[in-house]
């Protein structure tokens, strides 16, 4: 088996939103590994929000995987200075420079 591991990065994380359902998510390429097949891989996200007071769901939930990218979907709470609430934003990502950290054990052959 290889272990391959990686980062999305603080400024490279492309996030998309889906305001309806409140929630944001990313596509993380994962194909430079060379699986085979699907891969275990686990997440973490990470970032530099400092004003924010944050609880998120759905970082270490990997969605949509097969040898090549997975998905990321991230909902939750999220209150600025505890007097807004409101789902995740691509703007709030971007300026807390959020990413999803990974690593995949997988196939190679």
């Not at 998120?56 to 990218?69: E, I, N, P």
């Amino acid at each position: 088996a290889k272990t391959c591991a990686g980062s999305t990065g603080r400024d490279t994380t492309t996030w998309f939103e889906n305001r309806h359902h409140r929630f944001i998510y990313t596509i993380v390429d994962i194909s430079e590994c060379g699986f085979h097949s699907t891969p275990v891989i686990t997440t973490a996200l990470e970032g530099n929000t400092r004003n924010w007071h944050t609880v998120t769901s759905g970082a270490a939930s990997v969605s949509r995987a097969d040898k090549d990218s997975f998905m990321i979907f991230i909902w939750g709470y999220l209150a600025y200075h505890s007097s807004q609430t409101n789902g995740p934003t691509t703007l709030i990502a971007e300026e807390g420079q959020w990413s999803v950290n990974w690593i995949a054990v997988g196939y190679i052959c």
